[in-house]
T-cell receptor, first 112, second 109 residues
Framework: ETGVTQSPTHLIKTRGQQVTLRCSSQ?????VSWYQQALGQGPQFIFQ???????GRGNFPPRFSGLQFPNYSSELNVNALELDDSALYLC???????????FGPGTRLTVL | QKEVEQNSGPLSVPEGAIASLNCTYS??????FFWYRQYSGKSPELIMF????GDKEDGRFTAQLNKASQYVSLLIRDSQPSDSATYLC?????????FGTGTRLTVIP
């Protein structure tokens, strides 16, 4: 059974740029949730995708957007990067929308 | 605003002792509760979940839930240095998890 994978591992961007982060869900899981974790904080919910549809969104601006593909992998896109976007971005997959969530290794984004 | 609160610690216990981690939550609608362990620089790893009042045991770990008090705890028996990490408590929302800021645990050999 393949676990949750994310790419890239690390990323450095400058303010105003755009970034795309990728996630492959665990085998058999159809739900992907994205979280942002700032240093010293708990993960904050960005949004969730269930069967290719957005299924809930946290308190993040529209410049945070996402996609889920037919194979249930997912992308997180962030436009007009700001310094405060520097964080660990976590993808979690689950068998169902409300089920146990298993996290990938994360992508560390640094915005300069 | 749905919140999960944890004592940020740090909590230090000697090797072999019992570590007790606590969490309170604000949303009475939360149905399930999760404990994740996060090593420095790594992603959270699911340790246990609980959804019924009472205790749930898994090896050295025991999760406790009291819905009336909106309180969740995690006990780690026979603590090992490898248990040193940040422990995150999470409660379910409509389709997501609300996390606390985590409690940093250090087990002293």
């Amino acid at each position: 059974e393949t676990g949750v994978t994310q790419s890239p591992t690390h990323l450095i961007k400058t303010r105003g740029q755009q970034v795309t982060l990728r996630c492959s869900s665990q085998s058999g899981h159809n739900t992907v949730s994205w979280y942002q974790q700032a240093l010293g904080q708990g993960p904050q919910f960005i949004f969730q995708y269930y069967r290719e549809e957005e299924n809930g969104r946290g308190n993040f601006p529209p410049r945070f957007s996402g996609l889920q593909f037919p194979n249930y992998s997912s992308e997180l896109n962030v436009n007009a990067l700001e310094l405060d976007d520097s964080a660990l971005y976590l993808c979690a997959s689950s068998f169902t929308s409300g089920g146990e969530q298993f996290f990938g290794p994360g992508t560390r984004l640094t915005v300069l | 605003q749905k919140e999960v609160e944890q004592n940020s610690g740090p909590l230090s216990v000697p090797e072999g002792a019992i570590a007790s981690l606590n969490c309170t939550y604000s949303d009475r609608g939360s149905q399930s509760f999760f404990w994740y362990r996060q090593y420095s620089g790594k992603s959270p790893e699911l340790i246990m979940f609980i959804y019924s009042n009472g205790d749930k045991e898994d090896g050295r770990f025991t999760a406790q839930l009291n819905k009336a008090s909106q309180y969740v705890s995690l006990l780690i028996r026979d603590s090992q240095p490898s248990d040193s990490a940040t422990y995150l408590c999470a409660a379910t929302g409509a389709n997501n998890l609300f996390f606390g800021t985590g409690t940093r645990l250090t087990v002293i050999p």
